[in-house]
């Protein structure tokens, strides 16, 4: 029994040590990271998740394991254990850590995005890793590439909708037809924001709060409008008719000024951007032109519309413009027979 002390207590120094490493110092150093805002320390710290317990706990039982009285034959067969468990939990790390940077970059230059990216890094990672891992304890993997290749044959032609979609995923990410945060309209009259693509589908979130899950070969293939291209900003355009009576100069002043104070609420950053008027028809009950101002992304066209129409129909009641309606009139004729 004495033979067996040591390694009892290796292995309770390693638990013991992997319980402090997780509650205190890890957690320690999560916090201070975090009060630093150290670039990239969210995504290092969730990707370690767990794993220093389970690192000290290996090598409290990987210590006790040398230690202990044991035939070699079932230390040997303990240790590749050990190894393989040490090994996976690396290649996750290093599967989370890469897809969590994944993302990190692409939210940094395009906002949002696509999780077929990271999910492909995150795969290809645990694919090379599980490689290693059989490598490592001895089991020859250049037949399991060549099965894997040849079953990949026969899988690709069961799989071609799935295969279909997944390149069209990558054609529309590399060519950057669509980004995630786009916002875009089908020929079938759906629109809404790009929210994601995954390796199958496009998910497009309307703005009633409903999604549109659209695959990405339909997509790829499919006439749209992109309003995030090639920048997000825009011109409203506005149809107003006035009177014949009316300054038309006096109109030209009022109306673009009641633009630039409209852009100044909801565009401030496009404020350089002056906004004017074109007359364009001598209609049956009024002159009508045309608005057009600057807002900075699709969306904002609803907000600078409602703006627009309250603070124009205010300035021109004060300022003695009328927006005529059409009149009808009817005349009865009686007979007098």
Known sequence: MMEWILPLVLICVGFLSGVIGEKFIFNKLKIFAAN??????????????????????????????????????????????????????????????????????????????????????????????????????????????????????????????????????????ISKQVRTGDYVKLDDGHEGYITDITWRNTTIKELSNNVIIVPNSKLSSAIFTNYHLPVKEITLTMNVGVSYDSDLEEVERVTVEVAKEVMREIAPNLTENEPYIRFHTFGEFSIDFTLYMRVSEYFDQRIGKHLFVKKLHKRYRQAGISIPFPIREVYVQENNS
């Open 36 to 173: 630093r805002h150290i670039p990239g320390s969210e995504t290092i710290f969730s990707s370690l998740q767990r794993m220093p317990f389970i690192w000290f706990v290996l090598a409290g039982f990987f210590s006790a394991i040398i230690s202990a009285p044991l035939k070699p034959d079932v230390i040997i067969f303990l240790r590749k254990i050990i190894i393989i468990i040490f090994l996976s939990s690396v290649t996750l790390v290093l599967a989370r850590l890469t897809a969590g940077f994944v993302k990190l970059y692409t939210y940094r230059t395009e906002i949002v995005t696509a999780s077929l990216i990271s999910n492909l890094a995150r795969t290809a990672i645990l694919v090379l890793g599980t490689l290693i891992v059989l490598q490592t304890v001895g089991i020859e993997i250049t037949p399991i590439v060549t099965t894997l290749g040849i079953g990949g044959i026969a899988v690709g032609l069961a799989l071609q909708d799935t295969l279909a979609n997944l390149f069209a995923g990558f054609y529309l990410i």
